[in-house]
């Protein structure tokens, strides 16, 4: 079968690779039908350092279930899922309280002891019965890619904007412009949020954001964007800011523009950050933050649950669309900006 493999610095390449098989009594085999690219593959893709030797990459996938273990119990051979990015058991303690994130027995696509990556024809997915979401869809069905966003880059605005405290009549800022911070616009929205400000230097960008509901776009970075947003909310700040990018800057950022009281909703993923969170700034001034990384399974059936019924379309975050073959020059187009987020057709 064929597969995407990470060899170092900005090259992957799309190769022959063994099928995987069941190995566990609870795996399932799902054959690929859309996978994408994450912002997250691109720090792997940009390392400098190669990896001891090629490793498959990828984790927002979905597809049709081509076998199960003899212990899996609500999945049948036929079935259109969806796979977050990260599975899990459903039983333990985590699972039960919807942070299947920390799952006792759960893991993460891609790594060496896992048997294959979202990117590629055919995934073995481990404890399928609390991994995969069944989507009572056909494999052509027009809403897929936006069932696709679930599986990781929806879930994780969601997150953003949950861990932020966002609710009815809220005023919120996003920082980041990328699949994230527009999905995380986007999930503000669907809370019921009264006014929502993107931080966005990319009009292409902008448009999408306001088209998921950004009532205001501040067009400048850094302590500029932190004057500008004060100056919009009579110098106080914003009650509920969401953080997805996870780099120094744009966490300097929240910090400026969080009003006293408020709360940060984290989700970037961290990198470059050198500083810390300099809790001197936020000691005095009573700042909540939350967040991490996003628990997709708990969120997926609600969010599936908008998706199907025509009130939540996170697809235009999608504007590049390839071929499986063609993924490495997906991987180039999110990383000179010239795309957003590419949708793998496999």
Same mark, same amino acid.
């Given at each position: 079968?064929?597969?995407?493999?990470?060899?170092?610095?900005?090259?992957?390449?799309?190769?022959?690779?063994?099928?995987?098989?069941?190995?566990?009594?609870?795996?399932?085999?799902?054959?690929?039908?859309?996978?994408?690219? =994450?912002? #997250?593959?691109?720090?792997?893709?940009?390392?400098?350092?190669?990896?001891?030797?090629? #490793?498959?990459?990828?984790?927002?996938?979905?597809?049709?279930?081509?076998? %199960?273990?003899?212990?899996?119990?609500?999945?049948?051979?036929?079935?259109?899922?969806?796979?977050?990015?990260?599975?899990? =058991?459903?039983?333990?303690?985590?699972?039960?309280?919807?942070?299947?994130?920390?799952?006792?027995?759960?893991?993460?696509?891609?790594?060496?002891?896992?048997?294959?990556?979202?990117?590629?024809?055919?995934?073995?997915?481990?404890?399928?019965?609390?991994?995969?979401?069944?989507?009572?869809?056909?494999?052509?069905?027009?809403?897929?890619?936006?069932?696709?966003?679930?599986?990781?880059?929806?879930?994780?605005?969601?997150?953003?904007?949950?861990?932020?405290?966002?609710?009815?009549?809220?005023?919120?800022?996003?920082?980041?412009?990328?699949?994230?911070?527009? =999905?995380?616009?986007?999930?503000?929205?669907?809370?019921?949020?009264?006014?929502?400000?993107?931080?966005?230097?990319?009009?292409?960008?902008?448009?999408?954001?306001?088209?998921?509901?950004?009532?205001?776009?501040?067009?400048?970075?850094?302590?500029?964007?932190?004057?500008?947003?004060?100056?919009?909310?009579?110098?106080?700040? %914003?009650?509920?800011?969401?953080?997805?990018?996870?780099?120094?800057?744009?966490?300097?950022?929240?910090?400026?523009?969080?009003?006293?009281?408020?709360?940060?909703?984290?989700?970037?993923?961290?990198?470059?950050?050198?500083?810390?969170?300099?809790?001197?700034?936020?000691?005095?001034?009573?700042?909540?933050?939350?967040?991490?990384?996003?628990?997709?399974?708990?969120?997926?059936?609600?969010?599936?649950?908008?998706?199907?019924?025509? #009130?939540?379309?996170?697809?235009?975050?999608?504007?590049?669309?390839?071929?499986?073959?063609?993924?490495?020059?997906?991987?180039?187009?999110?990383?000179?900006?010239?795309?957003?987020?590419?949708?793998?057709?496999?």
């Amino acid at each position: 079968m064929r597969a995407v493999l990470h060899h170092g610095e900005r090259d992957v390449r799309v190769e022959t690779v063994p099928e995987p098989v069941l190995t566990e009594p609870t795996d399932a085999l799902v054959r690929v039908t859309l996978s994408c690219i =994450c912002g #997250s593959d691109l720090w792997p893709y940009r390392r400098t350092t190669p990896p001891e030797e090629p #490793s498959r990459i990828g984790h927002e996938f979905l597809g049709v279930v081509e076998q %199960v273990g003899a212990d899996v119990r609500t999945l049948r051979v036929g079935d259109l899922v969806i796979a977050p990015f990260k599975h899990s =058991c459903g039983e333990c303690e985590f699972c039960l309280r919807g942070l299947q994130t920390s799952c006792v027995r759960g893991g993460f696509y891609g790594t060496p002891e896992e048997a294959g990556a979202g990117q590629g024809e055919k995934v073995r997915v481990p404890n399928a019965d609390g991994t995969l979401v069944v989507a009572p869809v056909g494999v052509d069905d027009p809403r897929l890619p936006a069932l696709l966003t679930l599986s990781d880059v929806m879930a994780t605005g969601h997150h953003a904007a949950v861990a932020a405290g966002v609710g009815p009549g809220s005023h919120v800022a996003v920082i980041g412009d990328g699949a994230v911070g527009l =999905c995380g616009v986007l999930a503000a929205r669907r809370l019921g949020a009264e006014r929502i400000i993107l931080l966005s230097s990319h009009p292409d960008r902008a448009a999408i954001g306001r088209t998921f509901g950004a009532t205001d776009v501040v067009e400048v970075r850094g302590d500029a964007a932190v004057e500008r947003v004060r100056a919009m909310t009579d110098g106080l700040g %914003v009650p509920h800011v969401m953080e997805c990018v996870g780099m120094q800057g744009s966490w300097d950022t929240a910090l400026g523009i969080v009003k006293d009281g408020g709360r940060i909703g984290y989700v970037g993923v961290p990198n470059g950050v050198t500083e810390g969170l300099a809790l001197g700034r936020i000691f005095r001034r009573n700042v909540t933050i939350a967040g991490g990384v996003a628990p997709a399974r708990a969120y997926l059936p609600e969010l599936m649950a908008d998706v199907l019924d025509g #009130s939540l379309d996170p697809s235009p975050v999608f504007d590049l669309e390839l071929p499986l073959e063609q993924a490495p020059e997906g991987y180039a187009a999110m990383d000179e900006r010239r795309a957003i987020k590419v949708l793998l057709r496999v």
